[in-house]
């Protein structure tokens, strides 16, 4: 891994991990428990919808305050923010893969019947699979960034 030696003050990391952390929280509160929640109270699907709004949001926070650091030399905040941002297209590919399976579904079986239940549930797989994936990578930058490296 590359190190950055001029920015390895507990500061410079803690900075690094903030990004990385803010996404992990992301995923915590508004992919992996609104979701079932929203499910358990009645939502239904329109739930599917809390964790892509909560994570458009967050993708405008991390625009802005990657715009910001394109004004100043800072490269490790800059890189960490980026590497964040990055991981966005993963969740955006893993719910539009859920909405264009739950489309296909929609369109071949009967919405009053149990196979639409048990065919849903199974579409909404790929988006529990790319949290967890992003979850996973997201956790060991937290680690990298910790110990300095990018």
Not at 20 to 38: D, K
Not at 82 to 93: I, N, S, T
Not at 98 to 127: E, K, N, Q, W
């Amino acid at each position: 891994m590359a190190q950055i030696n001029a920015e390895k003050s507990p500061e410079a990391c803690k900075a690094g991990k903030w990004p990385h952390e803010l996404f992990v929280l992301n995923l915590i509160f508004f992919h992996l428990l609104a979701v079932p929640a929203g499910l358990a109270f009645g939502l239904g699907y329109w739930g599917l919808l809390v964790p892509i709004l909560s994570s458009s949001g967050l993708l405008f926070y991390y625009q802005s305050r990657i715009s910001h650091f394109s004004h100043s030399t800072n490269e490790w905040d800059r890189t960490h923010w980026e590497q964040g941002l990055r991981r966005f297209r993963w969740l955006y590919l893993g719910y539009a893969l859920v909405a264009l399976l739950i489309g296909l579904i929609r369109l071949f079986v009967d919405p009053t019947s149990i196979a639409f239940v048990a065919l849903t549930r199974v579409a909404v797989m790929p988006a529990i699979i790319l949290v967890l994936v992003t979850f996973v990578m997201s956790t060991a930058a937290i680690g990298r960034a910790g110990n300095g490296e990018l």
